[in-house]
């Protein structure tokens, strides 16, 4: 992608998914950061997102979307956290709510401690 001017909270976007070693290696991954990210513009906190509904992963329903979409029904998994580069960026899908985002957010703190 050459230009990340605006990509910020709640895109989605479609980038190389480090977790995979085949050759289809891109998924989906919703921003969770905002502009105070020390390298924002170049580089993002995310989450992958997957079609595969999993314990704990939250859908992303038609609600969800602000703009653009996905085709299928896809679950946000606040487990599996990248961070992807700019170079690693094909395209943006869309975005999400903040709402959305700061659920997101929240389920990501559990995993780590920050509920406590």
């Known amino acids: ?41 170049e580089q993002w906190i995310a989450t992958a997102v997957s079609t595969t509904p999993r314990p704990h992963a939250l859908e992303i ?6 703009h653009g979409t996905l085709p299928q029904r896809n679950h946000a998994y606040p487990w599996a956290i990248v961070s992807p580069r700019i170079e690693t ?20 703190g559990s995993y780590i401690g920050l509920d406590e």
């Open 1 to 41: 992608m050459d230009d990340a001017a605006g990509i910020g909270r709640g895109h989605v976007l479609w980038a190389a998914d480090p977790f995979k070693r085949a050759a289809d290696t891109e998924r989906p991954f919703v921003v969770l950061n905002d502009e105070t990210h020390p390298f924002s513009g």
């Open 61 to 66: 329903t038609e609600q969800n979307w602000t």
């Open 89 to 108: 960026i094909e395209y943006v899908i869309g975005s999400v709510t903040n709402r959305f985002v700061d659920e997101l957010v929240t389920e990501v």
